[in-house]
């Protein structure tokens, strides 16, 4: 199994939530996930997976990524955050003063047309399941946003809502804190949640499931 942070060991009894399913049960996630109103791309590669998520974007798209391991790690975060191809919200933040223009940033960022990031767990069954700190990133998952893009390895696949809340306690949460103790200098905490069970606005939501072990 290919850790996604090699500082941080996974307890060996929550090996599981690390390791890839088999075809069958990924052919029945993506058919639920259609079923629940999902566009679904299924790729092999993260080189596919960025190239999946650029063809997505219109030149010039008004987009927010969410802060993302996964996004790190298909070499996509660095792209959706500059200026340039896209209107890019995080570089247009990085700009402001977060603690005179605070509020401004948060109605800045409340609708944008794009959002890209992760999740934390998908059951079986099409649910998706996200965890977060301060639930920046929820609002526009559920609705605001125009569209919503998730790219997510299928190692996060469990096969219900039960397995989904443990993966995201003690599997997820264990990585993201040492992410943030070293990146932030604080810990992280799981304070929302947020469990998606079908999308009711047709073609608002893509997932791109890829068949690599990404993110936590």
């Known amino acids: ?6 500082d941080v060991p996974v307890l060996p009894w929550n090996e ?3 390791q890839n399913p088999s075809e069958e049960v990924v052919e029945e996630t993506v058919r639920n996930l259609r079923e629940r109103g999902h566009t679904v791309i299924v790729v ?3 080189e596919e997976a960025a190239q999946a998520v650029r063809g997505l974007l219109p030149e010039g798209a008004e987009v927010f990524n969410a802060t993302s391991r996964t996004l790190d790690e298909i070499g996509i ?10 209107h890019s ?4 933040v990085a700009k402001m003063d977060r603690a005179k223009e605070g509020h401004a940033i948060h109605k800045l960022l409340a609708a944008p047309d794009y959002v890209v990031g992760s999740v934390h767990a998908v059951t079986q069954k099409g649910d998706l399941v ?10 526009l998952y559920a609705y ?10 299928t190692q996060k696949i469990v096969p219900d809502l039960d397995s989904a809340f443990h993966r995201v306690h003690e599997y997820s949460y264990p990585f993201e804190d040492a992410r943030a103790r070293k990146a932030y200098g604080r810990p992280s905490s799981v304070n929302k949640l947020l469990v998606i069970h079908r999308e009711a606005i047709p073609g608002r939501t ?11």
């Open 206 to 216: 893509t997932v791109v499931l890829v068949r690599e072990h990404l993110g936590f």
């Open 130 to 139: 996200i965890a977060s700190a301060t639930g920046s990133q929820l609002g």
């Open 89 to 92: 919200l995080r570089a247009q």
């Open 1 to 6: 199994m290919s850790l996604p942070q090699k």
């Open 77 to 86: 975060s660095e792209e959706l955050a500059a200026e340039g191809k896209y």
């Open 144 to 153: 605001t946003a125009g569209k919503a893009i998730w790219v997510i390895g």
């Open 16 to 18: 599981r939530f690390g």
């Open 44 to 46: 092999k590669t993260r």
